[in-house]
């Protein structure tokens, strides 16, 4: 399995988030799996961490690639990445994303409309 490590510190430097993305195969692409402890909640104790709302899946039982004993969190995306750039990409918008939610809260869908709007992804 194709491997590589990355980091993304957001633009205004609220979040840095580590990266293990893994090649999956031909067929299931990259995965990025996040490595870092996000605190969702640290600007406000009520900020939802459902998986849905934070676009942050955890692996079942019968796919865990990294580690057999524990889930590790990855990057939900609604395609198949089959390029390295293309995915580190993606980490990149997820963060910026991700830090913003973290700061104001909102869909992951309208935060991506207003940052893609001023330019930050």
């Not at 031909?26 to 998986?51: E, F, H, M, Q």
């Not at 390295?84 to 104001?104: F, G, P, Q």
């Amino acid at each position: 399995m194709r491997y590589e490590h990355a980091y993304y510190l957001t633009k205004e430097r609220s979040l840095e988030v580590e990266f293990l993305l893994l090649h999956l195969g031909p067929a299931r692409g990259w995965r990025a799996y996040i490595l870092s402890n996000i605190d969702y909640t640290r600007v406000s104790p009520t900020r939802s961490t459902a998986i849905y709302d934070i676009h942050r899946l955890t692996e079942t039982h019968s796919e865990r690639y990294l580690d057999a004993a524990r889930p590790y969190p990855y990057v939900c995306w609604n395609q198949t990445i089959h390029d390295l750039d293309t995915m580190k990409n993606v980490c990149a918008v997820w963060s910026e994303i991700t830090a913003y939610y973290i700061r104001h809260g909102g869909s992951f869908s309208s935060i991506q409309r207003k940052l893609s709007a001023q330019g930050v992804i």
